[in-house]
């Protein structure tokens, strides 16, 4: 790829051009052909730019969630896996530097070595643009990566969430009733029901009972998120308060 269209792709033109080579410059191609300098401190300083760029993103973006919520938001987007995937968008993995070892090892797939050059690239438009430009540029992909992800897909504990949820609102604790065991013992199936006081929230089945219930208290805050319910009420569930 030329750097003519990777600037392209990432909405800047360098003024020192010398910066965006040494972000595609992987350290196994810098040693086999005595290169100057490899991408690694590039990407130490893409590293701090990126944390920065998306909790300001993610703060901008969802103002009335906790800063919990926009810490489980921020790790994901600055993911190994969400970072390499954005090199991919850029087609970073085609114009990444590579020594003949690293190539035959598959070094332009590894999420590694992507998610470092993506780094490495933010890191040398933070240098040549400032931050502004660099932000903007991060802005960008994550605007259009996060825009249809709903809050649930970031709760990795759905049981905590519910039970959160409704504390924060002075309601009573969610409950779990296993309502079916079926099948060998070595391949059980379970129905598990979560309800609030005697109120049947959801009901969701799993190979043990802690699948089943992780899974009914997803499909409820599903359920809950999906009326847009930002805040809850003793009066959105007909039951009685804590005591």
């Given at each position: 790829?030329k ?19 040494k ?5 196994s ?17 893409g590293?701090?730019?990126?944390g ?12 009335d969630?906790t ?20 090199a991919?968008?850029?087609k ?8 003949r070892?690293e190539?035959?090892?598959g070094?332009r797939k590894?999420?590694?070595?992507l998610a470092d050059v ?6 040398a438009v933070?240098?040549?643009g400032?931050f502004?430009t660099?932000?903007?540029?991060l802005?960008?992909l994550l ?18 969430a ?8 002075d309601?009573?604790s ?10 060998p013992a070595h391949?059980?199936?379970f129905v598990?029901?979560v ?5 049947s929230l959801a009901k969701?089945?799993?190979r ?10 997803q499909k409820?805050l599903k359920s809950?998120?999906g ?6 009420t003793?009066e ?7 005591p």
């Amino acid at each position: 790829m030329k750097l003519e269209d990777l600037e392209k792709k990432i909405g800047h033109v360098f003024k020192d051009k010398t910066l965006l080579e040494k972000a595609l410059t992987h350290s196994s191609y810098a040693y086999e052909t005595q290169a100057d300098k490899d991408n690694e401190l590039l990407e130490f300083l893409g590293d701090s730019v990126v944390g920065l760029a998306a909790a300001d993103f993610f703060y901008s973006a969802y103002p009335d969630l906790t800063e919990g919520e926009l810490s489980k938001f921020k790790s994901t987007a600055t993911s190994t896996l969400s970072l390499s995937e954005l090199a991919r968008k850029l087609k970073l993995d085609k114009a990444i530097l590579l020594g003949r070892g690293e190539e035959k090892s598959g070094g332009r797939k590894k999420k590694t070595i992507l998610a470092d050059v993506f780094e490495a690239v933010v890191g040398a438009v933070y240098i040549d643009g400032g931050f502004e430009t660099a932000k903007a540029f991060l802005s960008r992909l994550l605007s259009s990566s996060f825009k249809p992800i709903r809050r649930e897909f970031f709760i990795n504990n759905y049981k905590s969430a519910l039970q959160e949820m409704f504390q924060k609102s002075d309601l009573l604790s969610p409950t779990y009733e296993t309502l079916t065991e079926k099948g060998p013992a070595h391949q059980k199936t379970f129905v598990v029901e979560v309800r609030l006081g005697d109120r049947s929230l959801a009901k969701a089945k799993g190979r043990s009972k802690k699948i089943a219930e992780q899974q009914a208290a997803q499909k409820a805050l599903k359920s809950i998120l999906g009326r847009k319910m930002k805040v809850l009420t003793p009066e959105t569930f007909i039951v009685e308060k804590k005591p």
